[in-house]
């Protein structure tokens, strides 16, 4: 629905105030409300409503069909690069302190080639998600390709303790003490998203499989890098609790067997 309204906004809004092409340097939706701020700072009278701290930022109702509208061009100006001219009411209305947009005109640059978005994929790298909007720890904030209201986004939750296999070289099946109970979760060292077996599978209990030794795998961060260590922690399989158990692969809704890409 939002893709079928994208310009019909420019027909039925009367910009009380047109200003002069810029790009957008930040987007965030709070509720109901967009708010935007332009690269170039305001130079024409805001009204009186405005305060001081959000001097140049702008607001757009999304719960009607002209914000949904103006929110759809700006998300596209956002993944494009392209600048957008913003004309105001000249009031203050979704947030009494933020100067209300009355329309929001998209306008391209032939003459410049515009550098490439990072964009976020599935984990088969070919299955588009979305344009990056923003980053902020370990979430990633995307325009879908499929359209939505506001920004979606995709949380990478990372399994940090070890895990414990019956190969010297940490290889083939992997049991779990610690974490993975709740969710699937992103593990780093396997490349994929995986749970633990419930302990009720006895054939998936690690003390079941004897006099074996077991070595720990663990991530380890070297200056910000990302290292794999395997190592004997003096203790066989026999000597664990009924509660480790193996770690069973479960695919991530969004993103696929492993973690999703930014590209």
């Given at each position: 629905m ?11 809004s009367?910009?009380l ?11 965030e ?52 690069e392209?600048?957008?001219?913003v004309?105001?009411?000249q ?19 032939p ?18 998600l ?17 359209g ?10 990372e399994?940090?303790t070890g ?20 969710r699937?979760?992103?593990i780093r ?6 749970a633990?077996?419930?302990?009720d ?15 720990e ?19 066989m399989a026999?000597m ?12 991530h809704?969004?993103?696929g ?7």
């Open positions: 939002i893709k079928r309204l994208l310009f019909l906004f420019t027909m039925t009367i910009p105030m047109a200003f002069s092409a810029s790009s957008i340097k930040e987007l939706v709070l509720g109901e409300t967009a708010i935007f701020t332009l690269s170039q700072p305001k130079v024409h009278q805001v009204p009186s409503c405005v305060s001081a701290e959000h001097h140049n930022k702008w607001a757009i109702n999304l719960s009607s069909l002209q914000g949904q509208a103006m929110y759809s061009l700006l998300v596209t100006a956002v993944s494009k392209q600048p957008v001219k004309s105001s009411t009031r203050c209305e979704s947030i009494a302190t933020i100067e209300q947009a009355a329309g929001v005109a998209l306008h391209k640059k003459t410049q080639a515009s550098s490439q978005v990072p964009a976020l994929y599935k984990s088969d790298g070919v299955t588009k979305g344009n990056i909007i923003g980053q902020y720890r370990n979430e990633t904030y995307y325009a879908s390709e499929v939505s209201k506001g920004p979606s986004i995709y949380i990478l939750y399994h940090t895990l414990l296999f019956l190969d010297a070289q940490c290889r083939g099946e992997a049991y779990s003490e610690y974490g993975l109970q709740k699937p979760i992103y060292n396997l490349d994929y998203y995986g633990k077996s419930h302990p599978n006895i054939d998936d209990r690690l003390n079941t499989k004897g006099q074996v030794k077991v070595y795998s663990r991530v380890e961060y070297i200056d910000t890098v990302p290292e794999t260590t395997c190592r004997y922690k003096g203790f026999s664990y609790s009924e509660s480790v158990t193996k770690v069973i692969r479960y695919p809704p969004l993103c067997e492993s973690a999703c890409i930014i590209k």
